[in-house]
């Protein structure tokens, strides 16, 4: 089973920069990564997809709220993925949780089977 651990969240005043890495184990050859993703979830809100990257790894696609500051990013053998945030802002703190998809690939969580134990990132203003 595919195993995913995500890293690099913290605190950051506004308009700083993080990268997150979601490192994943347990992929064999008899098991494809179709899609590989972040979601975040703010307290009282439901979990939203930020990025995702589709087969292949360079079609990408990325909510409004962080186009253009966010840039999500893969190694070839997908066992890393990555999620550079810069100009972050205060509306960007939430858990973030990296997931995979194995059959497709698009922005509603249900669509993921595995996940992350998620990273929290706050920013502050």
């Known amino acids: 089973q595919v195993q995913l651990v995500e890293s690099g969240g913290g605190s950051v005043q506004a308009g700083g920069s993080l990268r997150l890495s979601c490192t994943a184990s347990?992929?064999?050859?008899?098991?494809?990564?179709?899609?590989m993703g972040w979601f975040r979830q703010a307290p009282g809100k439901e979990r939203e997809g930020v990025a995702r990257?589709?087969?292949?790894?360079?079609?990408?696609y990325y909510a409004d709220s962080v186009k253009g500051r966010f840039t999500i990013s893969r190694d070839n053998a997908k066992t890393t993925l990555y999620l550079e945030m810069n100009s972050l802002k205060p509306e960007d703190t939430a858990m973030y949780y990296c997931?995979?998809?194995?059959?497709?690939?698009?922005?509603?969580?249900?669509?993921?089977?595995?996940w992350g134990q998620g990273t929290q990132v706050t920013v502050s203003s």
């Open positions: 990257i589709y087969p292949g790894g360079t079609r990408t």
């Open positions: 347990g992929v064999t050859s008899s098991i494809s990564l179709y899609c």
């Open positions: 997931a995979t998809a194995t059959t497709r690939c698009g922005g509603s969580p249900e669509w993921y089977n595995y």
